[in-house]
């Protein structure tokens, strides 16, 4: 790229809005690297070229074998398994997913079309299926072919359940030696439980994961199977809310979407909709009132356009809600997740409650708030994937297959850096992916394309090349106690 050549220097008005940190921002010096597949086995100096093959300095201590890189997913020249003596076994576990049915037939037809593979048998109701052989499925060809076009999961799903030692023993006893686990962060926990114990006991069984959430919630992966197809289901409830919102005077369309602890829903939809002014996720803390609060800037968004648009993640206020003591008492489900007090609903009084008569004081006819709210939450996550998760599906099915025949067991399959590969199981257990709030990534979209306030006060202490930010806008979060 060239500059205009220009010597001037002007302060970039985004820079002037309170509370954005300055890591948001593009430095002199930040480049993005032209190629981001390695030789994990390359020498210090073969890394030491520019982009026209000529030697050029570079830091030893960032580059060949200090290099953090991950086995490439794809099928090898030499399996570990005798296609004739395998016999495979695939399970989904937790919330249900576009997509499951997809990774399910995937598995199915890349065993048998391509490596021979006949047996493979479905564990229904999740961990818990295992140690009731009897009522396993057998999975063919006729009996997956049209699973691409449904939603949910034909093996069902559950959470907790979970008896490693069991488990193992079920595998052993009926000559299990692929298993494939579909699930997210506490599936993924399981199969670790799993794969260490088959390790223990020296059994030559391949535990591979296909890691599965709508909240695109899994460290390191640019995303995660279900994402894209449950986004554009919240986008048609962002429209439909803007909608409402532009039928009467002082309209006001609230959403709330899936996202626990990751707001990466609300973020993309309330992006790809282009008619949101406020985006409100978990990793973000508001405040209602007051100079910099939400309740100033919608206010002055419906009396600039009579109209506007509130997306809100199930994950985010709960820290507020707290402090106003509008929360119950703590319950977790079986996976052991905290269930939720119900924020959509609470925010809805609380906005209706102090800009109902600050707009009828401001309005010619008197009209007040009118408020609709929308909760897709279960529409997003129920339906077929979409073309492009259809096609992730089948990438990622494939991939699992060709590292457990190949012989890789304890990994999980996804899309790093746009390229598929293998990631250690212990690398992604006990950790989340957030939306990273403090370095370059998709946040600052948000706030600067909505013009909401930024409630960013404290930044990440890490440099930016320390922290691995992944293509949906993400950073790694560790939840282990």
Same mark, same amino acid.
Not at 191 to 199: F, Q, S, T, W
Not at 375 to 380: K, N
């Given at each position: 790229?060239?500059?205009?050549?220009?010597?001037?220097?002007?302060?970039?008005?985004?820079?002037?809005?309170?509370?954005?940190?300055?890591?948001?921002?593009?430095?002199?010096?930040? /480049?993005?690297?032209?190629?981001?597949?390695?030789?994990?086995?390359?020498?210090?100096?073969?890394?030491?070229?520019?982009?026209?093959?000529?030697?050029?300095?570079?830091?030893?201590?960032?580059?060949?074998?200090?290099?953090?890189?991950?086995?490439?997913?794809?099928?090898?020249?030499?399996?570990?398994?005798?296609?004739?003596?395998?016999?495979?076994?695939?399970?989904?576990?937790?919330?249900?997913?576009?997509?499951?049915?997809?990774?399910?037939?995937?598995?199915?037809?890349?065993?048998?079309?391509?490596?021979?593979?006949?047996?493979?048998?479905?564990?229904?109701?999740?961990?818990?299926?295992?140690?009731?052989?009897?009522?396993?499925?057998?999975?063919?060809?006729?009996?997956?072919?049209?699973?691409?076009?449904?939603?949910?999961?034909?093996?069902?799903?559950?959470?907790?359940?979970?008896?490693?030692?069991?488990?193992?023993?079920?595998?052993?006893?009926?000559?299990?030696?692929?298993?494939?686990?579909?699930?997210?962060?506490?599936?993924?926990?399981?199969?670790?439980?799993?794969?260490?114990?088959?390790? /223990?006991?020296?059994?030559?069984?391949?535990?591979?994961?296909?890691?599965?959430?709508? +909240?695109?919630?899994?460290?390191?992966?640019?995303?995660?199977?279900?994402?894209?197809?449950?986004?554009?289901?919240?986008?048609?409830?962002?429209?439909?809310?803007?909608?409402?919102?532009?039928?009467?005077?002082?309209?006001?369309?609230?959403?709330?979407?899936?996202?626990?602890?990751?707001?990466?829903?609300?973020?993309?939809?309330?992006?790809?909709?282009?008619?949101?002014?406020?985006?409100?996720?978990?990793?973000?803390?508001?405040?209602?009132?007051?100079?910099?609060?939400?309740?100033?800037?919608?206010?002055?968004?419906?009396?600039?356009?009579?109209? /506007?648009?509130?997306?809100?993640?199930?994950?985010?206020?709960?820290?507020?809600?707290?402090?106003?003591?509008?929360?119950?008492?703590?319950?977790?489900?079986?996976?052991?997740?905290?269930?939720? +007090?119900?924020?959509?609903?609470?925010?809805?009084?609380?906005?209706?409650?102090?800009?109902?008569?600050?707009?009828?004081?401001?309005?010619?006819?008197?009209?007040?708030?009118?408020?609709?709210?929308?909760?897709?939450?279960?529409?997003?996550?129920?339906?077929?994937?979409?073309?492009?998760?259809?096609?992730?599906?089948?990438?990622?099915?494939?991939?699992?297959?060709?590292?457990?025949?190949?012989?890789?067991?304890?990994?999980?399959?996804?899309?790093?850096?746009?390229?598929?590969?293998?990631?250690?199981?212990?690398?992604?257990?006990?950790?989340?992916?957030?939306?990273?709030?403090?370095?370059?990534?998709?946040?600052?979209?948000?706030?600067?394309?909505?013009?909401?306030?930024?409630?960013?006060?404290?930044?990440?202490?890490?440099? +930016?090349?320390?922290?691995?930010?992944?293509?949906?806008?993400?950073?790694?979060?560790?939840?282990?106690?």
């Amino acid at each position: 790229s060239d500059w205009t050549g220009s010597n001037k220097v002007y302060p970039n008005p985004l820079s002037l809005k309170p509370h954005v940190p300055s890591s948001w921002f593009i430095g002199l010096n930040d /480049a993005v690297a032209a190629k981001v597949q390695v030789d994990a086995r390359e020498k210090y100096e073969d890394t030491c070229m520019d982009l026209d093959g000529e030697e050029d300095d570079c830091d030893h201590d960032r580059s060949g074998l200090k290099a953090e890189a991950f086995i490439l997913a794809g099928p090898r020249a030499e399996i570990a398994f005798d296609p004739k003596e395998c016999k495979a076994a695939i399970v989904t576990c937790g919330g249900l997913c576009p997509g499951l049915n997809s990774v399910i037939r995937e598995v199915v037809m890349c065993l048998r079309r391509q490596y021979g593979v006949t047996e493979t048998y479905g564990i229904p109701a999740g961990y818990r299926g295992f140690t009731k052989p009897e009522t396993w499925k057998d999975l063919d060809s006729e009996a997956v072919k049209n699973l691409h076009n449904l939603g949910g999961s034909i093996l069902g799903s559950s959470r907790g359940g979970h008896d490693t030692k069991a488990i193992v023993d079920s595998l052993v006893e009926e000559g299990v030696n692929l298993l494939f686990v579909v699930g997210g962060d506490g599936t993924v926990r399981g199969a670790a439980k799993i794969a260490d114990e088959v390790k /223990a006991r020296g059994l030559p069984i391949a535990v591979a994961v296909v890691p599965k959430t709508i +909240d695109n919630d899994v460290p390191l992966l640019d995303r995660t199977f279900g994402f894209e197809s449950a986004v554009e289901a919240a986008r048609k409830a962002i429209n439909v809310a803007n909608v409402e919102a532009e039928g009467f005077p002082n309209g006001l369309g609230v959403v709330k979407v899936m996202g626990r602890n990751s707001g990466f829903i609300a973020m993309h939809s309330a992006l790809g909709s282009c008619v949101t002014d406020l985006c409100l996720v978990p990793e973000v803390d508001f405040y209602l009132d007051g100079p910099g609060g939400i309740v100033d800037h919608l206010y002055e968004r419906i009396v600039a356009n009579d109209k /506007a648009v509130v997306v809100i993640a199930e994950g985010a206020g709960q820290n507020l809600m707290a402090e106003m003591g509008a929360v119950g008492e703590v319950v977790q489900d079986a996976s052991g997740n905290v269930l939720l +007090d119900d924020v959509g609903p609470w925010l809805c009084k609380q906005l209706k409650t102090r800009l109902d008569d600050r707009l009828k004081e401001s309005s010619e006819n008197g009209d007040g708030l009118t408020l609709k709210y929308v909760d897709p939450s279960y529409m997003v996550r129920g339906i077929p994937p979409n073309t492009a998760d259809n096609l992730y599906c089948l990438q990622l099915a494939h991939n699992a297959v060709h590292g457990a025949m190949a012989g890789l067991s304890s990994f999980l399959v996804g899309s790093v850096n746009t390229r598929e590969c293998y990631v250690p199981i212990e690398l992604v257990a006990n950790k989340r992916n957030v939306i990273d709030t403090s370095h370059q990534s998709l946040w600052e979209y948000v706030v600067f394309s909505t013009g909401q306030p930024s409630f960013q006060t404290n930044g990440d202490p890490r440099d +930016d090349e320390d922290v691995i930010t992944t293509a949906s806008g993400g950073v790694i979060l560790s939840t282990a106690e």
